[in-house]
């Protein structure tokens, strides 16, 4: 991103504290002193607990953390307010302003919720001491220390992309509108495209409300599993009715615009459901990998302060991915071309439109997409490599075919969302490339979803038995 794009000022001015230039050495001594214990106080306690086997407690497990965010929290401010102290220029470049906002909204927001985590940790020590080791084990401390650093990441990335967008929110766009060409078919093949692709949208709907609802009032599907599989429905009618409605409407209309607003708000939602739709089903593999490699321990390892803890890090790491991608969208320029060759906002086909430097744009696409793509797919690989050493340590007809019935489902749900993936991005043709991305976003917006309900329900005795027992109780009440 140009540096003239993101502001008109190329530096701040710090006044600094409000007292006397004869009072500046004394109070440099003061703040240097204070900042030096601060560090040298917090890095011992680090030391301590790090080699003190004794204190590897939940209790000192924050501490350590809590130390390392003072630490950090206190080196933002303070050696750039000494350094001011003992020199003429008290100016901070445009670059280091935002960088200290950043990291000083990070490590406070991290401060509140570890503070938060200890007070958790201290409610059931002497609420429920019994069951202290239980309750407190490794795993819910690792996750809770995980959320809170997630949570700070999107709380200050939020926080400072607004901040750089409206600094300058007259380069944001020139644009009102936008053109949505949809989908490449004839004028005469309309109306087919139009009733088919509105059966599948209301199957989609229907299909995964239908598995919320079983989920939901069925006791013997309170489980883990099925607590994810709850999630993963809605995140897929979620992401089909993002696109598909407006789609549908374009169709029927000789009006095929999307407002500038309504297309950022279109961009941010489907890339919040999609990036949700890859952490879900790494989460699922991890169950999956649990029931069969460690089936003794299950209900230990997979409690339900570990599932909610699970989908709650999944939302907060998609909403940061796609503000991430979205904010900084928000403040490029757009020039003559409204046209976007999609029946939906596409990330790339905006960026093609846009007469800015979009050169940040393209690196978060790339360290970004590897966070929520090919990582998440590496971990169900893993998850499904630990699985098939299980299986084969004890080879036998029973234990292939049960687990087959455990993790079939959800291996052909991974199947066709990856499959698609790859077929695109690291197979493209070089001919007709719009046309296979359109084609490859409708199998992963239309068609898997269209697809899960089916799968988790024809394949799955537990939901057609919900199935069976709902309509009974339908039957019985009418």
């Known amino acids: 991103m140009k540096e003239d794009n993101q502001s008109s000022v190329s530096e701040f001015l710090l006044l600094g504290l409000p007292i006397q230039p004869e009072q500046q050495g004394t109070f440099f001594a003061l703040f240097l002193g204070i900042y030096l214990t601060t560090v040298l106080g917090n890095l011992l306690i680090i030391l301590l607990i790090r080699l003190d086997s004794h204190l590897h407690t939940p209790m000192y497990f924050f501490l350590s953390h809590l130390a390392f965010t003072d630490v950090s929290f206190s080196s933002v401010i303070a050696p750039k307010m000494l350094m001011n102290m003992q020199t003429q220029s008290q100016s901070i470049s445009y670059p280091g302003c935002i960088s200290q906002v950043y990291f000083f909204l990070f490590f406070g927001d991290i401060d509140s919720l570890l503070l938060t985590s200890m007070a958790y940790d201290r409610y059931v020590a002497i609420c429920h001491p019994l069951r202290y080791t239980t309750i407190m084990s490794q795993s819910l401390c690792f996750m809770l220390v995980i959320l809170s650093w997630a949570h700070s990441f999107a709380y200050a990335l939020l926080h400072t992309l607004l901040l750089m967008s409206t600094m300058r929110w007259e380069n944001q766009s020139s644009m009102s509108e936008f053109l949505l060409l949809g989908l490449p078919i004839q004028l005469e093949q309309q109306n087919m495209f139009f009733t088919l692709f509105l059966v599948m949208y209301l199957t989609t709907m229907l299909g995964n409300m239908l598995i919320i609802l079983l989920i939901r009032v069925d006791p013997c599907l309170h ?237 799955n005795r537990d939901m057609k038995g919900a199935l069976q027992r709902l309509f009974n109780r339908v039957i019985v009440s009418s």
Not at 345 to 350: E, G, H, P, T, V
Not at 391 to 408: F, M, Q, W
């Open 223 to 459: 489980t883990p599993m099925y607590f994810f599989l709850s999630h993963l429905a809605f995140t897929d009618f979620s992401l089909s009715s993002v696109t598909v409605p407006k789609m549908l409407m374009n169709m029927h209309s000789e009006d095929l615009f999307i407002s500038y607003a309504g297309c950022i708000t279109q961009m941010y939602f489907f890339i919040f459901f999609i990036d949700l739709d890859n952490f879900l089903l790494t989460t699922m593999a991890y169950d999956r990998y649990v029931a069969i490699c460690h089936p003794l321990h299950y209900t230990t390892i997979m409690r339900e302060g570990l599932c909610t803890l699970l989908v709650a890090v999944s939302w907060i790491l998609s909403c940061a991915s796609a503000l991430s991608h979205t904010i900084p969208l928000a403040h490029l320029s757009f020039c003559d071309d409204n046209t976007i060759p999609h029946f939906f906002c596409d990330l790339a086909a905006l960026l093609k439109l846009s007469c800015s430097d979009i050169f940040l744009n393209e690196m978060i696409i790339f360290t970004v997409g590897v966070a929520v793509i090919t990582l998440p797919l590496i971990c169900i690989l893993i998850s499904y490599g630990h699985i098939g050493t299980t299986i084969l340590k004890v080879p036998s007809t029973k234990g292939i075919c049960k687990a087959l019935s455990t993790c079939g489902s959800h291996l052909t749900v991974v199947s066709l969302y990856y499959g698609t993936i790859i077929g695109l991005y690291l197979f493209p043709s070089s001919n007709n490339s719009n046309v296979n991305n359109i084609i490859a976003s409708v199998m992963y917006i239309v068609v898997t979803p269209l697809l899960n309900p089916f799968i988790y329900s024809l394949r």
